[in-house]
């Protein structure tokens, strides 16, 4: 079982949709949780920290549910902008590593 | 403020032959970190250095090596190349963060390997 699980999609949307991406890790001695956003044959860049208490940057919206291990991602009223692959990231404490999930692909329609 | 760069972009090597990827990290940034990242999964740590010494190592066999150098520039070297060794290989750099904070990895553009 891989640490970082996640639905590899693809989920196709309509511009102006809002769409949830949801994650689960498995070691509970994580600590740092991130979305990275990944478009086609370019490098994963950060798109945002996740914090206990949620947290939001404009359209974006990351929730941690410790008790549950699981991490969500609510991007509202996409944009053709928007398509990419989403990652899903964890870091425990004690260690220097990212462990990334496979990604979940995003696709924007007009 | 230039960003991480990494050289060369792409690369076509053969079967048991040697390479060597290089990567300069984001200005102010100390600590490089190396991932593999082969088609349709995330990218899969190698080896994090920082002080010219590697400070963590992931589940890669020893012919995955690197180095450190004194402008905190790094490279990532790779023997006796097998198929399975075709990937993105992505540089991270990040400042080593105080006991409690996050240390936040940028990624450079990667370079592409493709073993024939």
């Known amino acids: 079982r891989k640490e970082v699980e996640q639905d590899p999609g693809p989920f196709n949307v309509p511009e102006g949709a809002t769409v949830a991406f949801n994650c689960t890790y498995s070691n509970s001695a994580s600590q740092s949780f991130f979305w990275y956003r990944q478009d086609c044959r370019k490098e994963p860049k950060l798109l945002m920290s996740v914090y206990s208490s949620g947290n939001e940057d404009g359209r974006f919206t990351a929730q941690l549910n410790r008790a549950s291990q699981y991490i969500s991602l609510l991007i509202r009223d996409s944009k053709l902008s928007d398509s990419a692959t989403y990652l899903c990231v964890v870091n425990r404490g004690s260690s220097y590593k990212l462990i990334f999930g496979s990604g979940t692909r995003l696709l924007v329609r007009p | 403020d230039a960003g991480v760069t990494q050289s060369p972009t792409h690369l076509i090597k053969t079967r048991g032959q040697q390479v060597t990827l290089r990567c300069s990290p984001k200005?102010?940034?100390?600590?490089v970190s190396w991932y593999q990242q082969a088609l349709g999964q995330g990218p899969q740590f190698i080896f994090q250095y920082y002080e010219e010494e590697e400070r963590q190592r992931g589940n890669f066999p020893d012919r995955f090596s690197g180095h450190q150098f004194p402008n905190y520039s790094s490279e990532l070297n790779v023997n006796a190349l097998l198929l399975g060794d075709s990937a993105l290989y992505l540089c991270a750099s990040s400042l080593v963060a105080l006991a409690g904070d996050q240390e936040t990895q940028y990624f450079g553009p990667g370079t592409r390997l493709l073993v024939l």
């Open positions: 200005s102010g940034h100390d600590t």
